[in-house]
């Protein structure tokens, strides 16, 4: 069974949670239900608290949050995966400044770099869960639930 685990970046006054767009040429065209938290694999003997903390740093380029997180559960998407995520207050995450990783990938026997994540957004609630990989948006509602 593959596991992921995330985080889900959130800042007050009018409820705002920061998402992320995959990069690449799969996800080029793709907008309502292919964004996610910020998220990667649990490696072996990890625990998902702290793969979600490595996961973003690696995928955003900035240092896990300080905290204090609220564990939002899990949820398991259409393929089987099960993902973990942790909210936690950030309302410094500056979008414009993510430094995503380049991955490849093999189109017609060339490879070519994409960054991992091509984008990522402050968004209110509402938003987020028609962005969000369907699957995904009930860690939004439990943040919201949680924030009354």
């Not at 990890?46 to 380029?61: I, L, N, S, V, Y």
């Not at 060339?110 to 960054?115: D, S, V």
């Amino acid at each position: 069974m593959k596991r992921s685990a995330g985080l889900l970046p959130f800042r007050r006054g009018s409820l705002e949670v920061l998402i992320a767009h995959p990069g690449g040429p799969v996800w080029a065209r793709r907008h309502e239900g292919a964004w996610s938290v910020i998220k990667g694999e649990i490696e072996d003997g990890e625990d998902g608290f702290t793969a979600a903390q490595r996961e973003f740093t690696e995928e955003t380029g900035w240092p896990a949050p300080a905290g204090p997180y609220e564990d939002l559960g899990h949820t398991v998407l259409k393929s089987g995966k099960h993902i973990q995520a942790w909210s936690v207050e950030a309302p410094d995450l500056d979008p414009a400044s993510l430094a995503a990783p380049l991955i490849e990938v093999t189109i017609r026997g060339q490879i070519a770099r994409f960054p991992e994540i091509d984008e990522v957004r402050w968004m209110v609630p509402e938003q987020a869960k028609v962005l969000l990989n369907p699957a995904q948006a009930v860690f939004v509602e439990r943040l919201v639930a949680m924030e009354g």
